[in-house]
């Protein structure tokens, strides 16, 4: 499976699936680049140490947001990807893109999606709504990308204890350690060894 993975910060979600793929958590799949929004990703230096492709491409590049959207496009296509990863990515998806890549497309969300999700809901901010809200338990979803912000097909989710002194960073490393860096790479081998299918908008398990 050739996949691409797109970032905008850290990539401690690109580097647990470079990881799983070294240690064959992972099978028949490659990365074959790494896109980031922002030059300043660490996500990047993560990508370029272990010989990925991999580029920055950002809206501020362009002077309107359909030049980018066309550029972005054109970039994706010259990777034939077989599978998008969007892991921490915070840039919209062209509705083009999401259209050729139905079901094509997979996005790591630091909640159990349907609570604390939606535009406004990434990053700390998951965090911060979720001990705001006063949740016992929170986690993290995997789930195919559609027209809109965290709503496509749900494929993998799992559960994390909300502790009674954590602080949004202790939460966030916590979700990041036990359900981000478990259900990406986890999602990734089931569609790269034909597991999983999406009919009527559900995902089946083969
Ligand atoms: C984190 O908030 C993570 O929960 C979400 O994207 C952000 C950056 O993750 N998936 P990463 O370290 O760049 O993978």
């Keep these: 499976l050739r996949i691409l993975v797109c970032v905008s910060g850290g990539g401690t979600n690109l580097q647990a699936v470079m990881d799983a793929i070294r240690?064959?958590?992972?099978?028949?799949?490659?990365?074959v680049g790494v896109i980031s929004n922002n030059k300043n990703a660490y996500a990047l230096t993560r990508a370029g140490q272990s010989g990925i492709d991999a580029v920055c491409l950002s809206p501020r590049?362009?002077?309107?947001?359909a030049a980018f959207n066309q550029a972005f496009l054109d970039k994706v296509d010259s990777y034939s990807p077989d599978l998008i990863v969007l892991a921490g990515f915070l840039v919209t998806i062209p509705a083009a893109m999401i259209e050729n890549y139905r079901n094509r497309i997979i996005n790591i969300h630091p909640s159990l999606i349907p609570s604390f999700c939606g535009v406004g809901f990434y990053g700390l901010k998951v965090h911060e709504a979720a001990l705001a809200r006063g949740v016992k338990v929170t986690g993290a979803t995997v789930h195919f990308v559609d027209e809109g912000t965290d709503t496509g097909p749900i494929l993998l989710q799992k559960s994390v204890e909300v502790l009674e002194d954590d602080t949004p960073e202790s939460l966030q490393l916590r979700v990041m350690e036990e359900a981000e860096w478990q259900i990406l790479p986890r999602a990734i081998d089931l569609i790269a060894n034909g597991k999983v299918s999406v009919t009527d908008g559900k995902v089946r398990y083969k």
């Design 23 to 31: 240690d064959g958590r992972i099978t028949n799949t490659e990365i």
């Design 61 to 65: 590049d362009f002077p309107d947001r």
